[in-house]
């Protein structure tokens, strides 16, 4: 297949989005400015680095990529409109490959209502998929991760580790309890769009989606916010079955494990019944973890309570505190 009939293949029939003028076909994408803030990301994805073969299909390639970018986007409020796809195509890849792959893009993007309005397509040694996407949202609705403040209170979306559960299960083949659920979660994430979009009601709300793992995020959002967060261990939520697993992987998956991409998150206490009910409409579970502290010493840092004893939670791993 060459690079035209391709681009013909994956090209959409029509768009979606009222605000664009020209999707495929030209030298450039043209959409309209709204008053609106623009909100844009990109994330790329490699071959043996990010996936590989053996645990994802072509379809499962294309959705987990475009989710993963969505995701960025749902943690800042946004909600997606359009997304971009530049791919380095090796000779490994057969032609149905590449379609199974922006198949499984197409059947995200569809669900969210996003237009794919150009990419780049050029030939390589390994796959390699770069995606851009882009979003709307209202300026004074934009959710930073600087804006905790203390007595807040910190949530999390859905239960954590399910991910890295179910990368295990497809490479160390065995009998395990849930496999399709974990599986699942492993392939096709699904980013909490309408959640972020609902809480827009709410005036201040800290949000970032669970990419690296539990500890990473809320170390982000602690240092942008320059506030310290308390998370308690026997708050996080995991799935029931996976205490098939060692209380140690349960532990790795769950605070350092990421790509669940849930929604890490922080609000006022007067707010968090509304949060709830939102949760409740857009069908996300939603569990508080944590709060921010009220009169820290240090500033930046997350802690996390286990077994009355309360130690440094760092990015990768934990000390106790002296
Ligand atoms: P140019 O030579 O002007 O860069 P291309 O031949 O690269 O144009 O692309 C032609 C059209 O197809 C453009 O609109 C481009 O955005 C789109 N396109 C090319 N590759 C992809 C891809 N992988 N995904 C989506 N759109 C693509
Ligand atoms: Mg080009």
Known sequence: MDEFSFINAIKQNYYKQSSLIKGIGDDAAVFTQTSKGIVTAVDTFVEHVHFSKETMSPFHVGYRTLAANIS???AM????????VSIVVPPTWADEDLKDIFQGMNSLAHKHHLDLIGGDTVSGSELVITITV???VPKDKVRYRHTAQAEDIVFVTGTLGDSQAGLHILQDKGQYIDEDYFIKRHRMP???V???KRLRHISRVTLNDISDGLANEASEIAEASRVNIVLKDDLIPLRSSLSQFSMSLQHKWAYFGGEDFELLGTVARKNWDQVKVIAKQTN???TEIGYIEECPVTLG??????????????????????
């Not at 409020?77 to 971009?84: I, K």
């Open 194 to 196: 309408n959640f972020a």
């Open 190 to 192: 699904e980013p909490k």
């Open 284 to 286: 996300t579970s939603v």
């Open 134 to 136: 882009i979003g709307y």
């Open 301 to 322: 840092q997350v802690y996390l309570m286990k077994d009355h004893k309360k130690q440094r939670l760092h990015k990768k791993g934990y000390t106790h505190l002296k």
């Open 77 to 84: 409020g946004a909600t997606p409109a359009f997304y971009l």
């Open 72 to 74: 960025d986007l749902a």
